[in-house]
T-cell receptor, first 113, second 111 residues
Framework: NAGVTQTPKFQVLKTGQSMTLQCAQD?????MSWYRQDPGMGLRLIHY???????DQGEVPNGYNVSRSTTEDFPLRLLSAAPSQTSVYFC????????????FGSGTQLSVL | RKEVEQDPGPFNVPEGATVAFNCTYS??????FFWYRQDCRKEPKLLMS???SGNEDGRFTAQLNRASQYISLLIRDSKLSDSATYLC????????????FGSGTRLSIRP
């Protein structure tokens, strides 16, 4: 059972470039979310989805887009990367939005130069 | 004021000691509470949920104090392997559930 799979593990971008962070889960979880983790800031919610076709903004959504076309996949798109988006990104899922025990992917370390 | 606050530490305690740390939350309507453990450069993993009646899992005990709006984690007979960052998480009650994390408390167990 793979759980939550994130790719890539590391990425370096130049300012202005765009990219997509991939997230897939094989647990048939309805709820998926993206967090970023910065030193001293903890995990901050970027976007989340309560099911296929439904997404909503978290605490820090600016500069990011998401879509949820299938239950399994929840990609995060950086539209025009900025140095302020240098961070570690975690995708997480849970069975439903009521059962809020989160399972995390292994993270993507992103540097924007 | 942050919605969920933790003492960042580090807590540096000898092996075998008992250590406890708290996490305060500001939304009195919050309903779900969790402790996660995060090792260096790894993803957070659920350690335990926190129930109103308190709960225990081996050497770990979690408590909820709704009146004072904090949760606590107690680790007894600490092991070197307990060294990690401990994150508390609280749900934000709104139109949809959002889990808000504290910044984490760093624990270091010395031999």
């Amino acid at each position: 059972n793979a759980g939550v799979t994130q790719t890539p593990k590391f990425q370096v971008l130049k300012t202005g470039q765009s990219m997509t962070l991939q997230c897939a889960q094989d647990m048939n979880h309805e709820y998926m979310s993206w967090y970023r983790q910065d030193p001293g800031m903890g995990l901050r919610l970027i976007h989340y989805s309560v099911g296929a076709g439904i997404t909503d903004q978290g605490e820090v959504p600016n500069g990011y887009n998401v879509s949820r076309s299938t239950t399994e996949d929840f990609p995060l798109r950086l539209l025009s990367a900025a140095p302020s988006q240098t961070s570690v990104y975690f995708c997480a899922s849970s069975e439903t939005d009521i059962n809020e025990k989160l399972f995390f992917g292994s993270g993507t370390q992103l540097s924007v130069l | 004021r942050k919605e969920v606050e933790q003492d960042p530490g580090p807590f540096n305690v000898p092996e075998g000691a008992t250590v406890a740390f708290n996490c305060t939350y500001s939304n009195s309507a919050s309903q779900s509470f969790f402790w996660y453990r995060q090792d260096c450069r790894k993803e957070p993993k659920l350690l335990m949920s926190v129930y109103s009646s308190g709960n225990e899992d081996g050497r770990f005990t979690a408590q909820l104090n709704r009146a004072s709006q904090y949760i606590s984690l107690l680790i007894r007979d600490s092991k070197l392997s307990d060294s990690a960052t401990y994150l508390c998480a609280v749900n934000r009650v709104s139109s949809a559930s959002k889990i808000i994390f504290g910044s984490g408390t760093r624990l270091s167990i010395r031999p």
